[in-house]
């Protein structure tokens, strides 16, 4: 029996709206969302004690492996505040749990758009971090109201005077109205949940008004197909609706409304205010676009809610399968993912070295890797992934425009201009550390824009930066200089005019398209000496002599050579005259050159995966810690 939940949820008609509020929890990486989240389930009861485990909501195996939440995940609970003159009163919480990394802001800023209210948390250990400022002004943006929470209390570091005072400057208000909790134990959850009832407002709607409903998730399971999570704006919709999609005018017959308490419970109906899920038997996964407003067919509304703004990508990056055989799946499997993750884009691209496979475009690495993994474990495929780029645009001296999103398509002709996105990076680090800080900036290529002290220790320094410089290794590099006290937030900026070449990888005199890459003037011939020399380590000897050339144009930065397996054919050659030898060694030297003109390099797969994947030589997939 799955424990009682508040009648409004499976009554055929809808819960009052007084008593719901829907909140979200916003906070840095690893200050504590999801165990926080695991607390008040157990609290409120939802989730029996003896099926609780550490996040709960966490559902991915990849999720679970890496202790990060990727997708947002929203939950009912019921809650009767305990204490206080409002003691007894009913609530239904619908609490939205969001990732915390960078490159899922969107995910967030989608949940915040479904909520009144949200919990600013903070490890009292750490203080404020650059996503919790990030995530702040996301919440603000929303117009919720933000109730300020310092959690691991419990911890021997926890500093929660100080960090109070730190949120109480940042927000405004007094520190002693910082909540204090620890998620690990407890302490304090009780507490917080009178006071999400008490500070946040129920949502506001028109009851009466034709239904609107935002789509705000919308995932694919293999057994019930289309799940479409919801938030309804106004009106009310009932299972025995037939809902019409507002921006293609689709209409489903819906198969069954429920809401999330923590697992699917049918409902009669969903009203305003109200999180819950729809499933209309959709089977193609296009159909349910998160952002899209849903109406009931028999009485519509005529206005759509504003939609989201479609995150754009930020990488790119070309997926192959290794066995050729496999591409009509990867792109079933992509297909499914998208309606995951509007985030992802691909189209079809071949490549001479790699075969047929898709441009990607993710938000960041992290987003890549995640993809790629899923795509692997999911879908059981084999996939290369060739070295991660930006957007580039081009304009061509004869009036052309050209968006590059792969460096083998980078024009050739005589180019005026090129732009490369930039991101406006906020970094938050000790004191101590601003020097460290700036010299790894500014060897990026970076421009200083501003640098605030937020307490007397704690440094907010913005920058100016070209995305391309800290989609590598520039995260490593800054936990690694500043001993791992500095936290990184980046927003896209817009784009720069930058003095950009594309750099060719020749093997055996032929351009290799999946090592191409688009880099800044100056580092050009880094790159160029740096995969030549991880090529000739990573390509076995060959009957032949086999170059390996970096070049710009025709001009050629840097060279490697991969040295011939010389065959021994004098071996069986005991005595005899000189020009019997020399007929043999002629007769060899004409097999490596015919070789040379039209045999091909042998290069293993690893050799690409290896080369590609990352740009510091060490082999591993790109972004992998
Ligand atoms: N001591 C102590 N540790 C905690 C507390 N809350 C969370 N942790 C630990 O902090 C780490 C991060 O917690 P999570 O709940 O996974 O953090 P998160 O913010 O959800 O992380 P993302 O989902 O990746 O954004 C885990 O190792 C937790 O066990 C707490 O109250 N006290």
């Known amino acids: 029996m799955p424990p009682t939940l508040d009648?409004?949820?499976n009554a055929p008609g809808a819960t009052d709206p007084a008593r719901i509020r829907n909140f979200g929890i916003i906070a840095h990486i690893d200050h504590g969302k999801s165990t926080l989240a695991d607390r008040m389930l157990q609290l409120t009861g939802v989730v029996d004690p003896r099926q609780m485990r550490a996040q709960y909501l966490d559902r991915m195996d990849i999720e679970r492996e890496r202790g990060i939440t990727i997708k947002s995940q929203a939950v009912r609970m019921p809650w009767t505040i305990r204490e206080g003159d409002r003691a007894g009163e009913q609530a239904v919480l619908n609490m939205i749990d969001t990732p915390g990394h960078v490159d899922?802001?969107?995910?967030?800023?989608r949940s915040l758009a479904?909520?009144?209210?949200?919990?600013l948390l903070v490890d009292a250990a750490q203080g404020i971090e650059a996503q919790t400022l990030a995530n702040l002004y996301l919440a603000l943006e929303n117009d919720l109201r933000i109730i300020?929470?310092?959690?691991?209390?419990d911890l021997p570091a926890a500093q929660p005077e100080k960090y109070a005072e730190e949120l109480a400057h940042l927000i405004g208000g007094d520190p002693a109205d910082c909540i204090r909790?620890?998620?690990?134990?407890?302490?304090?959850?009780?507490?917080?949940?009178?006071e999400i009832v008490r500070q946040f407002t129920p949502p506001v709607g028109d009851a009466d008004a034709p239904a609107r409903a935002m789509i705000f998730d919308s995932v694919y399971d293999v057994y019930r197909g289309v799940v479409t999570y919801v938030r309804v704006i106004d009106g009310l919709i009932s299972a025995r609706d037939r809902i019409k999609m507002m921006?293609?005018?689709?209409?489903?017959?819906?198969?069954?409304i429920g809401v999330i308490s923590p697992e699917m419970q049918k409902a009669g109906a969903l009203g305003v205010g109200e999180v819950g899920y729809l499933i209309t038997g959709v089977k193609d996964v296009r159909q349910s676009r998160v952002g899209d407003t849903v109406t009931i067919n028999s009485r519509p509304a005529t206005q759509a809610l504003g939609g989201y703004k479609d995150p754009k990508p930020m990488v790119y990056s070309g997926l192959y399968p290794i066995d050729g055989s496999d591409y009509p799946n990867l792109r079933e499997a992509l297909d499914k993912?998208?309606?995951n993750d509007a985030a992802l884009d691909y189209e079809p691209e071949t490549s001479g070295a790699l075969g047929f496979g898709f441009?990607?475009?993710f938000l960041g690495l992290l987003h890549l890797e995640i993809i790629r993994e899923r795509l692997e474990r999911e879908y059981n495929l084999d996939l290369i992934s060739t070295a991660p780029n930006v957007v580039y645009r081009a304009n061509t001296e004869d009036g052309q425009e050209i968006v590059v999103t792969n460096p083998s398509e980078y024009p050739t002709g005589k180019i005026a201009e090129v732009y490369e996105p930039t991101v406006r990076a906020t970094v938050l680090t000790p004191n101590d550390y601003v020097g460290a800080v700036m010299e790894l900036c500014q060897g990026r290529r970076g421009s200083l824009l501003g640098m605030d002290y937020l307490s007397a220790d704690r440094v907010e320094l913005r920058y100016t930066l070209p995305l391309a410089e800290i989609i590598f290794d520039f995260f490593d590099q800054l936990k690694s200089r500043t001993k791992g006290y500095a936290s990184l937030d980046y927003e896209p900026s817009g784009e720069q005019a930058s003095d950009l070449v594309k750099v060719d990888i020749l093997l055996h005199g032929e351009p290799v398209d999946a090592f191409s890459a688009i880099v800044h003037k100056d580092k050009a011939y880094n790159y160029g000496v740096s995969i030549a020399a991880k090529l000739r380590n990573l390509i076995p000897r060959q009957q032949f002599e086999v170059p390996i050339q970096a070049a710009i144009g025709s001009r050629v930065i840097a060279r490697e050579t991969i040295r011939a397996i010389r065959k021994d054919v004098l071996a069986k050659c005991y005595g005899g005259d000189i020009s019997r030898k020399r007929k043999l060694l002629e007769k060899q030297k004409e097999g490596k050159k015919r070789m040379k003109m039209v045999g091909r390099v042998e290069v293993p797969q690893e050799a690409f995966i290896a080369a590609l994947s990352s740009d510091s030589g060490d082999g591993k997939a790109p972004g992998k810690k």
């Open 104 to 109: 899922f802001t969107y995910e967030v800023s």
């Open 359 to 361: 441009r990607c475009g």
């Open 148 to 153: 300020p929470v310092l959690n691991k209390i």
């Open 114 to 119: 479904a909520c009144e209210g949200a919990i």
């Open 337 to 339: 993912l998208k309606l």
């Open 247 to 256: 921006s293609t005018g689709a209409v489903h017959e819906l198969l069954e």
């Open 7 to 9: 009648p409004g949820a």
């Open 181 to 194: 909790v620890s998620g690990k134990t407890g302490e304090g959850v009780p507490y917080l949940l009178d």
